[in-house]
């Protein structure tokens, strides 16, 4: 099975910083990756499918990038609303898995 | 609008079962596939089970196989998940979501319910 490394496991920053968050495949994925925002007590959210297309209604400051083995989830411009925990996840395959998790706080 | 929306979560004790229900609107259920996603307190996300949509494939994590099995109600456009020989490492709260799938083999969850509570302890 595909495992799935994130790293930090938590980031301080402030409003308007720019935040980046990688994450790391355990074998080659290609282009396919997700990302996932998720509030205390909401359940996640899909921002980001195919490692950088943006899901309808995520704001662009949100990006991706990334293939293979190695990607990254950037947060331009950091929002009082983007502060929560992001995950990636591979999509590929019969079993699919998550990162552990970054925390963006301030 | 896509709602889903689970029930069935609650307090069982050590080797209990539990059904979970995952009732859903505004897509057509049996061309969907739907998965079950955990998460334990204050722990990350764990994938848990998915059952395709047509051609109607289940597949389990290895910590659950054998114990959790995963059926859907095509009728009542309804997904379950029964719980059987609970631990406590399945204390979580389990959501149900919907994939967004592709022709190149990918899964993404891309609508979640609002969670359900399982705790199992005696």
């Known amino acids: 099975d595909i495992q799935m490394t994130q790293s930090p496991s938590s980031v301080s920053a402030s409003i308007g910083d720019k935040v980046t968050i990688t994450c790391r495949a355990s074998q080659g994925i290609s282009g396919w990756l997700g990302w996932y925002q998720q509030k205390p007590g909401k359940a996640p959210k899909l921002l980001i499918r195919?490692?950088?297309t943006l899901q309808s209604g995520v704001p662009s400051r949100f990006s991706g990038s990334g293939s293979g083995t190695d990607f990254t989830l950037t947060i331009n411009n950091l929002q009082p609303e983007d502060f929560a925990t992001y995950y990636c996840q591979q999509p590929t395959g019969l079993t699919l898995a998550f990162g552990q998790g970054t925390k963006v706080e301030v | 609008e896509v709602q889903l929306l689970e029930s069935g979560g609650g307090l069982v004790q050590p080797g209990g079962s539990l059904r979970l229900s995952c009732a859903t609107s505004g897509f057509t259920f049996s061309n969907y596939a739907l998965s079950w996603v955990r998460q334990a307190p204050g722990k990350g996300l764990e994938w848990v089970s998915t059952?395709?949509?047509?051609?109607?494939?289940?597949y389990y994590a290895d910590s659950v196989k054998g114990r959790f099995t995963v059926s859907r109600d095509n009728s009542r456009a309804t997904l379950y998940l029964q719980m059987n020989s609970l631990k406590g490492d399945d204390t979580a709260v389990y959501y149900c979501?919907?994939?967004?799938?592709?022709?190149?083999?990918?899964?993404?969850?891309?609508?979640w319910g609002q969670g359900t509570l399982v705790t199992v302890s005696s």
């Open positions: 059952f395709t949509g047509v051609s109607a494939n289940i």
């Open positions: 195919d490692a950088s």
């Open positions: 979501a919907k994939l967004l799938t592709s022709g190149y083999g990918t899964s993404y969850f891309e609508s």
